[in-house]
């Protein structure tokens, strides 16, 4: 080889050095592979875009420079996919005049099909906005997500296709077709049934509702009383042991009850009769002790004041007693009071039979009212009749007025 064939070899490793010299002095004197290169084109940004850091559980095929979107409106672009644990963290630089709440949510969606990935930002969906998100703010996991890829979908069809048990949801298909044959009535009775069922259910959904929230407010003072029950529970052992010792005679008591209940139906049987004998004999006490009616409860009074009324009080005056006594002491008198009620006056001769009536005839009966009210003085009476004055007052004084 000649030397002037050598001579250009020199001058190009020249040129490749300086422009290795250039990249590196561009790239600030560090290079992270070519994703590290600026390229061409991208969202314009602004002059003061903000920085902020999001955490995903995974990102997929997120790369840096994907975009960052705002309802499909590209707002930023991903500058950093680092992991940190077992999550990622994905810094996104955003545009200066866009302005999300620091609960805004983060989903890792897709253009298409087959497109690329970018970062959807959004506000959160059914709640309210709260603050705004300044520069080096963080949006945590629990409010970001991923949607799900093709891969995963094809994966899992993939597994139901081949390993999911197909064969088995047909075998049971086929043995449901077997067990349903002839019976199509009976199945139709029955779902009639659970749909009668249901709607009762349904008609009654208050009531259950109602009945629900009681039981909970049961449980509830349940658990406020829970330790008297407890001491409840713990001071009724010894009564348990006790009635565990006791069984015995407990058992020996009910079958005693048990055999005096059949000879007391046994003696209630023979002796239906008599005791039905016994109410029927009862029946004219009953009526006539009803028929008395007031009258029983004023002779009793009587009882307790014999042989006074309760009017004889009226009869005295300070220190002296207001009082008429007529005295009838005629034989005929004493045998009509004496006989009177008896068989006597009427079959004891025309003599006696003749002294009655002349008796009754001549003179008015004892139980007239007095002439003179109780408690005032009398009329002055002849001195023949005085006598039977005094018998008569003290006889208004005894019936108490009565007829």
């Keep these: 080889m000649s030397p002037m064939a050598r001579r250009p070899m020199p001058r190009l490793r020249r040129t490749a050095a300086a422009v290795a010299t250039c990249l590196l002095a561009v790239t600030g004197c560090q290079f992270d592979g070519v994703s590290s290169l600026p390229l061409p084109g991208g969202p314009s940004l602004g002059a003061h875009p903000y920085r902020v850091v999001v955490e995903f559980s995974n990102v997929l095929e997120l790369v840096p420079y994907s975009l960052v979107k705002v309802d499909d409106v590209t707002v930023g672009k991903v500058v950093r996919v680092k992991r940190v644990g077992w999550h990622a963290q994905v810094t996104c630089l955003v545009k200066a005049e866009v302005q999300l709440p620091t609960n805004a949510v983060a989903t890792i969606e897709q253009t298409s099909l087959l497109g690329e990935k970018f970062v959807s930002l959004s506000a959160p969906a059914g709640r309210a906005r709260s603050g705004t998100l300044r520069p080096g703010s963080v949006i945590p996991l629990r409010q970001t997500s991923e949607d799900v890829e093709i891969e995963q979908v094809l994966s899992a069809l993939s597994l139901l296709v081949n390993d999911g048990g197909l064969e088995q949801i047909a075998t049971i298909t086929d043995e449901l ?9 009976t199945v139709r009775d029955v779902l009639r049934q659970l749909t009668d069922t249901v709607r009762t259910l349904n008609a009654q959904r208050g009531t259950i509702v109602a009945a629900i929230r009681n039981l909970d407010r049961l449980t509830a003072k349940l658990a406020v009383q829970r330790s008297v029950l407890g001491r409840a ?3 009724i052992t010894p009564a348990v042991r006790l009635l565990a010792r006791q069984r015995a005679q407990l058992t020996d008591l009910l079958a005693a009850t048990n055999e005096l209940g059949v000879i007391t139906d046994r003696v209630i049987n023979k002796s239906a009769a008599d005791f039905l004998a016994n109410l029927r004999a009862l029946r004219p006490i009953a009526a006539n002790l009803a028929k008395a009616g007031a009258q029983l409860p004023q002779a009793l009074e009587l009882m307790l004041t014999f042989p006074f009324p309760r009017t004889a009080t009226n009869a005295l005056k300070g220190d ?5 006594i007529t005295a009838d002491l005629r034989t005929t008198s004493l045998l009509r009071d004496l006989l009177s009620g008896t068989a006597l006056p ?3 001769g025309p003599a006696l039979a003749g002294v009655g009536s002349g008796v009754a005839a001549a003179r008015p009966p004892l139980t007239a009212p007095p002439a003179t009210p109780l408690g005032l003085a009398p009329a002055p009476a002849s001195p023949a009749r005085d006598g039977a004055g005094a018998l008569g007052g003290l006889a208004g004084l005894l019936t108490g007025g009565l007829r």
Excluded: K, M
């Design 346 to 348: 009427a079959g004891s």
């Design 320 to 324: 002296y007693a207001n009082l008429t």
């Design 233 to 235: 529970l713990d001071q």
């Design 177 to 185: 077709n077997a067990a349903l044959h002839g019976s199509s009535d």
